[in-house]
């Protein structure tokens, strides 16, 4: 088989059904990926349950690293035997009952280490299953799109994906907050009354509120004067950890505003509002099922003939991935790729972990602050992703790569050197754009380098690359701040955010190596007369 063959070997369907629904499990899981990987489950556990950050890091590292294991095996009976919607249905619906099966644990069981062994264990199946899903999902991209058209569906699809994030974190926040603030939007029933939480006697900009429980989110507002003649101030809120004697608990930090401080004795009021963070994940499983629904109904894996008439063998399998991996005779460029993505991909995905936590401790945003913000890195994401869709076609899959991981690598050398907010949100959107541009040529990228029948083989590897970058690259980060620990905060978050440059740097000259193919346009037939 030619270069130019590769990718080809498969039928297309002609309607738009198929690569509709291919493009909508995009939004499905985004969902799930922003609700729980990025948002909620790192909170709740660090914030709400006032755990160490170890407990989140090590259920990523396992959920990643018995990805990194097992799915490249998976891909190769795939290959053997097809069937990739069915694997893709087992590991969707896993993570789904998984992900409700967390917020449950939240209800149900008293907090204490029974219920966050449990919530980890959960974390590290349904994580483990969206990853898993992630395969075959790539996989079936050839089966949904002639060459010509891949990269501008690939687009699609992480762009929708990037817009699912932003519906999604819009549907979840009712039962979050009660409310969708930045619209005005309250919902009632999920709003308890006011009470007073205290009298401050005078000008006072903060006050430390450590009378909160774990899960539950809170209003605050402040009033001034007598009941009903004074005026009412909201209080901007952000949650920390106290330490009382050995104990760790949730407290929350309000900053008073400044028309109020100075108006005497002043009462805090605060409410019930929603459900806190364990109310985002039954909700958050449920939408992923439902939008992930149309990729089972309407796309059709064609029927391959087997390779050989078994699968194979456990350590066939592993012998299939390392011959595949070692034999770059065969498969040139495979190899230089896997591993340039390995580096470039331990920052992005590092980047995607603690760009909260670099803008609460960094750059000082608020609670209320970072929801929009990362609403507008998501926007950006699915304008770049789809836009550089068609970069990708025009140009091939390498140069566009090659220019998206150059726009990272300009990006975090800005955020290393900015101190004003304003900047911050100006990067924070081109960080979007070449966050959804990265996959976007990536995966073309990948097809064009393999035949088409071994996708499912070489999307476990490219999965694998992903995933041990995604164990690997958070270490780096984590040694970097414990290492610049004594220099403060501004020092060791910075100097972490370089040593993502220094991966991503070693990434973009690997790739720079890489073979560059125009994926071929299928064949023109003839229509009967």
């Known amino acids: 088989m030619t270069s130019t063959d590769r990718g080809n070997s498969l039928p297309h369907p002609t309607g738009v059904l198929a690569p509709l629904s291919w493009v909508l499990y995009d939004f499905a899981n985004t969902i799930y990926s922003m609700n729980v990987v990025t948002m909620y489950f790192s909170l709740w556990i660090t914030v709400n349950l006032a755990r160490e950050d170890m407990w989140v890091s090590v259920s990523n590292s396992l959920s990643m690293a018995l990805v990194a294991v097992s799915l490249p095996v998976f891909g190769a009976y795939s290959d053997y035997r097809g069937g990739r919607l069915s694997f893709l249905w087992h590991f969707t619906l896993a993570c789904v009952v998984a992900t409700a099966a967390i917020g449950l644990s939240g209800y149900l069981l008293p907090i204490g280490l029974t219920q966050i062994l449990l919530s980890a264990a959960l974390f590290v199946v349904a994580n483990y299953a969206y990853q898993g899903a992630l395969v075959f999902y790539n996989a079936l991209l050839p089966v949904v799109a002639p060459p010509e058209r891949i990269g501008k569906i690939s687009g699609f699809g992480v762009g929708l994906g990037y817009l699912g994030a932003i519906v999604g974190l819009m549907l979840v926040m009712p039962f979050v907050q009660g409310e969708i603030s930045f619209l005005n939007l309250h919902v009632g029933a999920l709003q308890k009354d006011w009470q007073t939480v205290a009298v401050l006697p005078g000008p006072q900009r903060s006050f430390l509120d450590t009378t909160v429980t774990a899960n539950d989110n809170y209003q605050y507002r402040i009033l001034t004067g007598t009941e009903g003649s004074g005026e009412v101030f909201a209080a ?18 309000l900053t008073l505003p400044e028309l109020a401080a100075g108006k005497g004795p002043v009462r805090l009021q605060r409410r019930v509002s929603g459900w806190g963070r364990i109310g985002s994940f039954v909700p958050t499983a449920l939408l992923f099922f439902l939008f992930a629904l149309p990729i089972f109904l309407f796309v059709r894996e064609p029927r391959q003939k087997a390779k050989r008439p078994s699968p194979p063998r456990l350590h066939e399998a592993f012998r299939d991935v390392w011959e595949s991996l070692s034999n770059t005779k065969k498969y040139p460029g495979v190899l230089r790729f896997l591993i340039a993505k390995f580096f470039y991909e331990e920052g992005i995905q590092t980047a995607i972990i603690f760009m909260a936590v670099y803008a609460v401790k960094v750059m000082g945003f608020s609670n209320e602050v970072i929801i929009p913000f990362f609403m507008l890195t998501t926007t950006a994401a ?26 990272w690598l300009v990006c975090l050398a800005v955020i290393v050197l900015v101190h004003r907010q304003f900047w911050f949100w100006i990067i924070g959107g081109l960080v979007g754009v070449f966050m959804g541009s990265t996959w976007t040529a990536a995966r073309p990228l990948l097809i064009s380098l393999v035949p088409g029948e071994k996708l499912g083989e070489f999307f476990g590897l490219y999965s694998l690359s992903g995933k041990a970058a995604a164990i690997f690259g958070p270490l780096v980060w984590g040694g970097t701040v414990a290492l610049l620990a004594p220099y403060g905060d501004q020092i060791r978050y910075r100097g972490a955010v370089l040593s993502l440059m220094v991966l991503m740097a070693v990434g973009f000259v690997l790739l720079w190596r890489v073979p560059g193919r125009r994926l071929a346009a299928a064949p023109k037939t003839q229509s009967p007369k």
């Open 382 to 407: 699915a304008v770049g992703s789809t836009l550089f869709g068609y970069v990708t076609d025009h140009l091939s899959p390498k140069p566009t790569l090659l220019l998206v991981i150059g726009g």
């Open 236 to 253: 901007a809120s952000k949650d920390t950890v106290i330490q009382r004697g050995a104990e760790h608990r949730r407290a929350v930090v």
